[in-house]
C-alpha cells in the first residue's frame, strides 16, 4: 500500500496546489457569505475529488488485457498518453498566457462571491471536471490498478489521495472561519500573488506532474 500511495503523492500534490480551486476558496472567504457558504464548497470539493478518482479507478480495474503480462504495459501506455496530454496542456497555458495581461481572470469569478450554500457545494464539484482534474484523477486510477492492490488498499489510499488532495482548500477554509480577522489579510495576499502568476504556477505545475507520469509509465514498459 505505500508504494501505491507513493505513486499518487505527486498527483494528490499537484491537484492541491491547483490555482483555480484555491482562488475560488479564498474569493468565497473573503465574501460576506464565508460563513454559510465556505464549507458546503468544501464538502463539494472533497466529494468530487473521491468520486472522479474512484471511477477512474473502477474503470482502469475493467479494462481487460490479453494476459496478466500485457497489463502493466497497458498502464504504462496509458500513463504516458496522460502524461503528454498533460503537458500538451502546459503548452496551451503558456500559449494563452502570452495573450493575457498580468491579474486577468476568468469572468465566472466575480459571480464566486455571491454563491449559496447548494451553489457553492456544487462549484466545489464542478471544478473536479476541469481538463487537468480529470488527467490527474486518470493518471491515479490507472497507478492504483498497475499496483494490485486489495479493495481495503484501494480505498484506504484514495481516502488518503482525496484528503492530502483536498488539503489546501481545507486548511484555507479552517483557518478562516477559526481567525477570520487574522485570515483576511493573508487571503488579500494570496489572492493577489495568485492573480499575478495564476498562469505561470499552473505551466509550471503541469509540465512538471505531466514529465514525472510519462516518466512512471515507461517503467511499466
Known sequence: MWEALGHVLLISVALALSTVPIMATILILLSENKRRSS????IG??????????????????IPTSSPMAQPMATGIGEIVIGLALVTLAVIVWRRSRGRSAGD?????????????????????????????????????LSLRADGLTVGGTATVIAIYTALAASTVGLLVIATLISPVKAEARLV???????????????????????????????HL
Open 105 to 141: 481572470e476568468p469572468k465566472w469569478f466575480s459571480a464566486v462571491d455571491s454563491l449559496g450554500p447548494w451553489s457553492s457545494c456544487g462549484l466545489g464539484f464542478v471544478l473536479n471536471l476541469r481538463p487537468k482534474s480529470i488527467l490527474l484523477s486518470a493518471a491515479a486510477g
Open 45 to 62: 470539493w472533497v466529494l468530487g475529488i473521491a468520486a472522479i478518482v474512484t471511477g477512474f479507478t473502477v474503470v482502469a480495474a475493467a
Open 39 to 42: 464549507v458546503p464548497y468544501l
Open 189 to 219: 495576499r494570496t489572492r493577489a500573488t495568485l492573480s499575478q502568476n495564476r498562469q505561470y504556477i499552473s505551466m509550471v505545475m503541469l509540465l512538471m506532474i505531466g514529465v514525472a507520469i510519462v516518466g512512471n509509465g515507461l517503467t
